[in-house]
């Protein structure tokens, strides 16, 4: 089944991946800042059971159940990007998938004079994303086949901010990745998530208005699994776009066709939104 390597695997949809991939029978990288998040996970997915149930011994610790590795990395520090790029490029140990996940919500506004989190943001939501993703798709174009899914978001068709213009360029990437792909055996898909239950909004400094529904209809919110699930069905298919779920297929078709100044006019009020509950 080969090795899949995820990014942000400790918590929400990295999570998720991990154990839907490790569950089909692969061995997992998982990357994240936190030795211990990192090392809970690491031991729940080698508890669970698993398709294949083949072991490769490794440098890492492994049981007769699942060969899990683990990186601790910053993704906003370069080094330990390289590091990352390093693993990913190993071709004595080949990954196979490439989960490219890791994230965060961007909360600074746009005329706040501070720029730390948003150079935080693009370090790890676009240089990573990007030096990542470059290690991945040479070393699996030489072999002539793999896959690699980039998170990027429905927010990127939104208007909200800096977060939505960063998703944006991961939806851009990841089709001009999968251009430059094409032919090779390698896929390259953007996954689109609409708002998904993690720990997302709470790292967020979310207030307790955000943390339920933040204004978002109940039917709006998906589970991790679910997402995850449909995209690597839509990734199986060679799918370059994954938007699970219907109700967001229709909802992104709609911020597609409907004119841009209602898309502003939609962001505006979510972000008036998230102000309001952040003031209360
Ligand atoms: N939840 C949503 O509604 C939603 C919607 C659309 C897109 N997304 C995107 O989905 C992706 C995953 O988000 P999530 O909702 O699963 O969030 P989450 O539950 O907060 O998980 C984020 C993961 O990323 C890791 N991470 C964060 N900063 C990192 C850094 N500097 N270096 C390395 N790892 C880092 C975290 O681990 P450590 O803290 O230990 O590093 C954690 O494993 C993100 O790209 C996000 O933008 C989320």
């Not at 996954?191 to 909004?201: A, C, I, N």
């Not at 690597?232 to 060679?238: A, F, H, M, Q």
Request: hydrophobic share 45%; with cysteine; charged share 20%.
């Amino acid at each position: 089944m080969g090795t899949a390597l995820v990014t942000g695997g400790t918590s929400g949809i990295g999570a998720e991946f991990a154990r839907q991939l490790a569950a089909r029978g692969h061995d997992i990288v998982l990357v994240a800042r936190d030795t211990g998040r990192l090392e809970a996970m690491a031991a729940e997915l080698r508890s669970r059971g698993r398709a294949g149930g083949a072991t490769t011994a490794t440098a890492t610790e492994s049981t007769t159940k699942a060969t899990v590795e683990i990186l601790v990395a910053d993704l906003a520090d370069p080094g330990d990007t390289d590091r990352v790029a390093a693993r990913l490029a190993d071709p004595l140990h080949p990954i196979d998938w490439f989960i490219n996940n890791a994230g965060f919500r961007v909360s600074s506004r746009l005329t706040t004079p501070d720029i730390a989190e948003h150079d935080r943001a693009f370090a790890v939501m676009v240089r990573a994303v990007l030096v990542l993703g470059a290690a991945a798709a040479a070393a699996m174009r030489d072999r002539g086949a793999g896959r690699i899914v980039n998170v990027a978001s429905i927010n990127g068709q939104l208007t909200l901010s800096n977060y939505s213009a960063i998703k944006a360029w991961v939806r851009v990437y990841s089709e001009s990745l999968s251009n430059e792909l094409s032919g090779s055996g390698v896929t390259a898909t953007a996954l689109m998530p609409g708002w998904v239950r993690t720990e997302f909004h709470q790292r967020a400094g979310a207030t307790k208005g955000e943390k339920g529904r933040g204004g978002i209809p109940n039917f709006l919110w998906l589970e991790p699994e679910l997402l995850v699930r449909e995209c690597l069905r839509d990734v199986e298919k060679n799918r370059v776009i994954s938007i699970p779920t219907i109700r967001y297929q229709l909802l992104s078709w709609l911020l597609k066709h409907l004119p841009d100044s209602t898309v502003r006019a939609v962001s505006r009020r979510i972000s008036l939104r998230r102000s309001t509950a952040a003031s209360n």
